[in-house]
């Protein structure tokens, strides 16, 4: 065989396997984002960054019919405010639950149309299913969502194009419960919590077991009072999104308790993949 046919396929191939790469990394790229390390130097307002002296609490994955409701109540009996991300399909499915999470204060904000991984580039699909995710939102509170994390914290090309044309603001988290699994304890989550969190950090927990361990949302659930207790020690207040600011968290932001290690940065990386 002459030496030229192989060099000639090679050629053939670079020249189809190029471009194809080029796109893949362009879909993918924007997912680094999910390390806090990167979000937290590049852009702090979408690792959630906020005032100094305040705590963003965010919940992820709801509604549910059987555990929303409790979490609601809770946080009336806390006196605390939240923001809810919730998924458009099972917005549809419980409007009463959204509606009543509006109802008592609490800002609805989205998740997605579905709980998926986006691995393969589909612009056209993002703008659709972000759109309709808002539109679920806002026929049943009537208001305008301005919030989206996207599910798993994977923000491709593709969602963050989809984000502005829905007129979201993406927005993933600083520190979160890993109270997805079937481990968690009210008192793992509230140590998960606290070895990432400072002031004017935001706090990603789930209101759900849908796309989690069965029933690990108790966890959750009971360790709400002590964190809550644990932010207005440290002297700060707890409320969604909307009353979080925009600012950096500054080195003067005062730590939590239960800390397990003092923390320079803010932002510091996350140990496992869900949200």
Known sequence: MPASVPRAAARRAAAVGLPLAAAALAHIGP????????????????AGAGHPRHVALTFDDGPDPVSTPRFLDVLDGLGVRATFFVLGDAAVRHPGVVRETARRGHEVAVHGWSHDRPWLPAP???????????????????????WYRPPYGILTSGR???????GLR?????AWGRDWTAAATP????????ADLRGGGTVLLHDTDRTAAP??????????????ADWRAAGLTVGPL????TAEVHATAPRVPGRTAAVRDPLVPCRSWHA
Not at 170 to 174: E, R
Not at 187 to 193: G, K
Not at 215 to 228: K, S
């Open 31 to 46: 997912a680094a984002t999910w390390l806090p390390v990167v979000r937290g130097r590049l852009s702090p307002r979408l």
């Open 124 to 146: 056209a699909r993002d703008v659709r299913a972000l759109r309709r995710a808002v539109e679920a939102v806002r026929d049943v509170t009537g208001l305008t969502p301005r």
């Open 160 to 166: 963050w194009a989809a984000a502005r044309a829905a």
């Open 170 to 174: 993406p927005v993933l988290w600083t």
């Open 187 to 194: 008192a793992s989550v509230r140590a998960s919590v606290g």
């Open 215 to 228: 029933g690990c949302w108790r966890a959750t659930l009971d360790a709400l009072p002590d964190l809550v």
């Open 242 to 245: 909307a009353e979080h600011g």
